[in-house]
């Protein structure tokens, strides 16, 4: 598994299953604001490198 698929499975789990992993606050309706999310991943030795990433993507 690639890096980059690791932390994908990694946000999946943490949004879905444990937000207090990463001390997420999500808001009524399960949103969390990307830059909480990565604090909380900077949190954790193994993501303290990740940063924001935009991409587009044509379908």
């Not at 994908?8 to 999500?26: F, I, Q, T």
């Not at 949103?31 to 909380?40: D, H, I, K, P, S």
């Amino acid at each position: 598994m690639n890096r980059l698929e690791e932390l994908s499975r990694e946000v999946s789990y943490v949004l879905r299953h444990a937000p207090w992993k990463y001390e997420l606050e999500m808001d009524g309706e399960g949103w969390v604001l990307v830059a909480q999310l990565l604090e909380g991943l900077h949190g954790a030795e193994k993501w303290k490198n990740i940063s924001e990433a935009v991409s587009c993507v044509d379908f």
